[in-house]
């Protein structure tokens, strides 16, 4: 459950400092209802509300305060899998297609973040670095593939040694360097939305958590139950629901069993140079790219503007999040920059998102005029915002959008209701394991 940001966060220690919204405690009207005040409803009622729209936005905990202001701030660069995945898997035209829609998502984010002035510190750069020998070939093809078929130039060749200067680690074995993709603050991002959105017109009420919706006459009623005091409902036209791990009951049985929540952990250490020096400290990630790796429990890290190492590693399966994340996230750390043993740990904290089988994102209208965007598998930052305002353009009659999203596969997971969850966890543990062969 999301009960706010983390106090331990240095996201929220850092992020623009943004009023407290009330709690809707009333019964109100608008045309859309959106359900999660993340990236994704926040780009839904942002496009609305600009284009004249009543629309109200409900948020269980804070603005942000879920996956949209946990997250790595990695902006990556295409759907979540890759080209040729997408091609074998929905053909050549919608494969194509997708890909025009990543890059006109990165388009939209960029035109965001200038447009509304977010202070939210883009910044370019996105290196792929290989945990295992070998994959040269491999890497040399698909940027060949990438350029000769999409036209995609930004992409370029890494070896091993080179990129341990540019790290200032030993461990891997070359990689990739994606021009096109960066990093940036994600919680300032979410709060920058927020207030575009509100600015546009529509209202936003933390604290109100959806607990219900139903269909009553021609409309949508959305029940809430802040905490404390009086709930209140929206009878709207439409529904938006973009809540991805954390929207418990209320997509039904279809969602449900296609999109399960996972969690991921993150910490920051004391700015570098405080224990480094400068010198040793300007030898990580020296061009201030993000860097992922290439282990199915990614390690991914990057630096803030203060010189901090963020760095994500680990995740769980189950409802909590592990008792001393700090000393979780820390061990993952250590062993990519074994001389950071010595290094400040000031903050460590966790997020929740949503998985699906094949990583493709869980987009569909699930019933008359009710939608949903969820399952980003880690690819939100760059694509939720632009999902949001998809999800804007249908309810407003223009579907073209998700009914190309909606052809993705995204099957349940299997076991049913009730061995889902355990046959999911052992299968990601195993792909875990694999890891550390």
């Given amino acids: 459950m999301n009960s706010g940001h983390p106090s331990t966060s240095w996201y929220a220690a850092t992020a623009t400092p943004f009023p407290q919204l009330p709690a809707l405690t009333t019964n109100v009207r608008a045309d859309v209802c959106v359900i999660g005040a993340g990236y994704t409803g926040l780009g839904a009622a942002l496009e609305l509300a600009t284009r004249g729209v009543s629309v109200t936005v409900l948020e269980a905990a804070q603005v942000g305060s879920g996956g949209s202001g946990r997250n790595g701030g990695q902006v990556h660069v295409g759907q979540r899998n890759d080209q040729a995945w997408l091609e074998k898997t929905v053909g050549r035209d919608d494969a194509l297609a997708l890909w025009r829609m990543s890059q006109q998502a990165r388009a939209h984010l960029l035109g965001l973040i200038a447009t509304h002035e977010i202070a939210c510190d883009f910044t370019p750069g996105m290196i ?42 030993s461990v891997y074995h070359g990689g990739t360097v994606d021009h096109g993709g960066g990093h940036l603050h994600p919680l300032n991002l979410a709060l920058g939305l927020a207030r575009a959105a509100m600015a546009a017109g529509a209202a936003v009420h933390e604290r109100s958590r959806a607990t219900a919706w139903r269909r009553e006459g021609g409309s949508i009623v959305v029940e809430t139950a802040p905490n404390g005091g009086k709930g209140g409902r929206v009878i709207c036209d439409q529904l938006i629901l973009t809540g991805d791990g954390y929207l418990d009951d209320l997509t039904g049985s279809v969602a449900r069993a296609r999109v399960m929540p996972i969690n991921n952990f993150i910490l920051a250490t004391e700015p570098l140079a405080e224990s480094l020096g400068g010198e040793r400290a300007d030898s990580i990630i020296r061009s201030n790219a993000a860097v992922a790796d290439t282990r199915f429990v990614i390690n991914y890290f990057r630096k803030s503007p203060d010189g901090r190492l963020i760095f ?65 598998s880690g690819q939100g930052v760059m694509l939720a915002p632009y999902f949001g305002k998809l999800l804007a353009d249908a309810a407003l009659g223009d579907g073209e959008g998700v009914a190309l999203l909606s052809r993705l596969p995204t099957p349940p997971f299997p ?5 889902r969850w355990p046959l999911t966890v052992a299968g990601l543990s195993w792909y875990a394991l694999r890891d550390r062969i």
């Fill in 312 to 376: 994500g590693g680990g995740e769980n399966y189950s409802p909590g999040f592990p008792r001393d994340l700090k000393g979780f996230v820390r061990r993952h750390m250590l062993k990519v920059y074994p001389d950071l043993a010595d290094v400040k740990v000031s903050h460590a904290w966790g997020g929740t998102l949503g998985i699906t089988v094949h990583r493709a994102p869980f987009v569909r209208e699930l019933a008359p005029g009710v939608r949903i965007a969820a399952g980003y």
């Fill in 415 to 419: 076991g049913g209701r009730l061995l």
């Fill in 128 to 169: 792929h670095a290989r945990h295992r020998r070998g994959g040269e070939g491999e890497d040399a093809a698909h940027i060949a593939f990438m350029a000769s078929r999409y036209g995609y130039d930004q992409l370029a060749l890494i070896d091993e040694d080179a990129l341990a200067d540019e790290l200032g680690t």
